[in-house]
T-cell receptor, first 113, second 114 residues
């Protein structure tokens, strides 16, 4: 079946602009995670959604970052007023509720000029 | 809080030689442990995992890892390296009570020499 998909695959933006990154999880996966992979910080957790529960936002680095999940499926990660340090690969993962294994998408490479 | 340490950011092995990637973790509760592989410009692919039961776990592509609680380690091995093993490898830990969100090590990039 289809895996986790993310769009766009690459995004180049200018400093100060807002960007939206999209994640389509595997069908039936109610848990959805966002991670960031950057040269300076490695792989780090950003936010976690599980069903209708309040999301775990403990990994978001600043209030410029936000995410939503509509209809329990597609998720959008929004970065406002982008900075150069936001340049990274943003990875999305999904899993069945309570499952220990996450399945990752190919990522979105964000470059802030 | 959980943490993961991978010894060596880069490892170079000859084709046919043993691959050994080291991972140590800290966790306040029994952890779930994972090894993921990342090929260039791709996402993360699960190699293997330990949750409960047998401490020696086998994964895809001939890799295996052993959970040693006394050493808080989860080292990854493969008896004979292949050129296709060239990639970056990440060790990770999660806690079920924390929604299974993953904490990753810094990664080890493996170069395989012919």
């Amino acid at each position: 079946g289809a895996g986790v998909s993310q769009s766009p695959s690459n995004k180049v933006t200018e400093k100060g602009k807002d960007v939206e990154l999209r994640c389509d999880p595997i069908s039936g996966h109610t848990a959805l995670y966002w991670y960031r992979q950057s040269l300076g910080q490695g792989l780090e957790f950003l936010i976690y959604f599980q069903g209708n529960s309040a999301p775990d936002k403990s990994g978001l680095p600043s209030d410029r970052f936000s995410a939503e999940r509509t209809g329990g499926s597609v998720s959008t990660l929004t970065i406002q007023r982008t900075q150069q340090e936001d340049s990274a690969v943003y990875l999305c993962a999904s899993s069945f509720p309570g499952a220990d294994t996450q399945y990752f998408g190919p990522g979105t490479r964000l470059t802030v000029l | 809080a959980q943490s993961v340490t991978q010894l060596g950011s880069h490892v170079s092995v000859s084709e046919g030689a043993l691959v050994l990637l080291r991972c140590n973790y800290s966790s306040s509760v029994p952890p779930y442990l994972f090894w993921y592989v990342q090929y260039p410009n791709q996402g993360l692919q699960l190699l293997l995992k330990y949750t409960t039961g047998a401490t020696l776990v086998k994964g895809i592509n001939g890799f295996e890892a052993e959970f040693k609680k006394s050493e808080t380690s989860f080292h990854l091995t493969k008896p004979s390296a292949h050129m296709s093993d060239a990639a970056e490898y990440f060790c990770a830990v999660s806690e079920r009570a924390a929604g299974n969100k993953l904490t990753f090590g810094g990664g080890t990039r493996v170069l395989v020499k012919p």
